[in-house]
């Protein structure tokens, strides 16, 4: 079942608390900001957006996904390619509508259930998991990129963005575990690939994580 989740699903889905539901104390900011990289990064692998010289660019500008449509709609609306940092903004890309949406496909595939919740004029969507869920799969997938290099660009992808979503602790539980394997994907992104393919994911995981990284910093400078 994993595999008809996009990128941007797998890491909402594993900043899911498996028990109580809602997402993991203190991801919010980190989590907005990956989650809009990684819709980003699957657009690059579908073919609507091509990932280069540190800017996104929209090559095809139709897409059946609301998601998709809803960016390359923004792109089209812009005089340029911009700056991936650009499109990182809460401002210019909405975080809550990504979530939204992103919660609604998670539930049509069978993944998560969303509660009603309400507190005075507020009202949100708590997400809970399934037991048909597919985090304990990727989670073990995941542990194999410690004995393994990553072997397509996804899951290059999802590997880069749990670093600075601050995430990899949902997969390991031991510091020690988090900082070795933080450090062998760090190396593999820097390091020659063997295949044209993996070398444009490589570059492109490497433009976009620093993006994130950046607009994190800054939104934490802003709120401080």
Not at 42 to 58: F, Q, Y
Not at 128 to 139: A, H
Not at 175 to 183: G, H, P, T, V
Request: charged letters at 30%.
């Amino acid at each position: 079942m994993e595999n008809n989740l996009t990128l941007s699903e797998k890491l909402l889905l594993l900043a899911i608390r498996p028990e109580k539901g809602g997402l993991f104390f203190g991801l919010s900011q980190t989590l907005e900001v990956c989650l809009t990289g990684a819709l980003l990064l699957e657009m690059e692998l579908t073919g609507h957006v091509s990932i280069r010289e540190k800017r996104a660019e929209a090559i095809k500008m139709t897409s059946s996904y609301p998601l998709y449509a809803y960016i390359l709609g923004k792109m089209e609306k812009s005089s340029r390619p911009r700056k991936i940092g650009y499109w990182l903004s809460p401002f210019i890309l909405s975080p809550k509508k990504i979530k939204t949406e992103l919660y609604r496909s998670l539930a049509e595939k069978r993944q998560i259930r969303l509660e009603d919740r309400r507190f005075l004029f507020f009202t949100w969507k708590k997400p809970f998991l399934l037991p048909s869920n597919s985090t304990w799969r990727m989670t073990d997938h995941l542990k194999n990129l410690m004995f393994q290099d990553p072997g397509n660009p996804e899951d290059l992808y999802l590997a880069a963005l749990l670093e600075p979503a601050e995430m990899w602790r949902r997969v390991f539980s031991e510091w020690s575990k988090r900082r070795e394997i933080r450090r062998k994907i760090r190396q593999f992104m820097d390091k020659p690939q063997t295949t044209e393919l993996m070398q444009h994911a490589a570059d492109a995981a490497i433009i976009v994580t620093k993006a994130v990284r950046t607009s994190i910093s800054a939104r934490r400078a802003a709120s401080s």
